[in-house]
T-cell receptor, first 116, second 113 residues
Framework: DAGVIQSPRHEVTEMGQEVTLRCKPI?????LFWYRQTMMRGLELLIY????????DSGMPEDRFSAKMPNASFSTLKIQPSEPRDSAVYFC??????????????FGQGTRLTVV | QKEVEQNSGPLSVPEGAIASLNCTYS??????FFWYRQYSGKSPELIMS????GDKEDGRFTAQLNKASQYVSLLIRDSQPSDSATYLC?????????????FGDGTTLTVKP
């Protein structure tokens, strides 16, 4: 299995532009998580899905952030409009619901976003 | 109080020494505990999981859990320079959010040759 695949790996954009981050979870995994990591705030959970349905989006910082999961093999995180404070590494992770509270998260390689 | 707290670090140990990483959690219904290792510029990867009180050993790594004290630790024996990384403690709880992990801020370990 190729693991969790994220694209792009790096994104540099100007303030005010729309940014879309993409994620393909591990086949068969039914939990998908979007995390943001910064030096100041560590690893923060933004939103997670179970069977393509958003379960908890309380970590989404503002209405400028939105996430979708149209099918079991694809998810997007969109920021519109982007701001310099959104600069961070964004990780997507997936896990298997059948393991329940023992579920281990498998992380993608991350997208390093820089907003100038 | 943060849900998951780790000793702030950074932690520096000489090669061959034992590195001790500590984590406390606030939610008493926490049931699963994980240690992830994250090399600089890379993504977190799982190295240990523990679900019951006591010790769990895997090679040079030992995870220790004490649910009464809400405390979990990771010991790395015979530390190697390749162990230099940030170690993240993560906690899962039972219930509807069972698959969700809450992470600590991490402890950065440096092993000096």
């Amino acid at each position: 299995d190729a693991g969790v695949i994220q694209s792009p790996r790096h994104e540099v954009t100007e303030m005010g532009q729309e940014v879309t981050l993409r994620c393909k979870p591990i086949s068969g995994h039914d939990y998908l998580f979007w995390y943001r990591q910064t030096m100041m705030r560590g690893l923060e959970l933004l939103i997670y899905f179970n069977n393509n349905v958003p379960i908890d989006d309380s970590g989404m910082p503002e209405d400028r952030f939105s996430a979708k999961m149209p099918n079991a093999s694809f998810s997007t995180l969109k920021i519109q409009p982007s701001e310099p404070r959104d600069s961070a590494v964004y990780f997507c992770a997936s896990s298997l619901a059948s393991t329940g509270w023992r579920a281990e998260a498998f992380f993608g390689q991350g997208t390093r976003l820089t907003v100038v | 109080q943060k849900e998951v707290e780790q000793n702030s670090g950074p932690l520096s140990v000489p090669e061959g020494a034992i590195a001790s990483l500590n984590c406390t959690y606030s939610d008493r219904v926490s049931q699963s505990f994980f240690w992830y290792r994250q090399y600089s510029g890379k993504s977190p990867e799982l190295i240990m999981s523990i679900y019951s009180n006591g010790d769990k050993e895997d090679g040079r790594f030992t995870a220790q859990l004490n649910k009464a004290s809400q405390y979990v630790s990771l010991l790395i024996r015979d530390s190697q320079p390749s162990d230099s990384a940030t170690y993240l403690c993560a906690v899962n709880i039972r219930g509807t959010n069972a698959g969700k992990s809450t992470f600590g801020d991490g402890t950065t370990l440096t092993v000096k040759p």
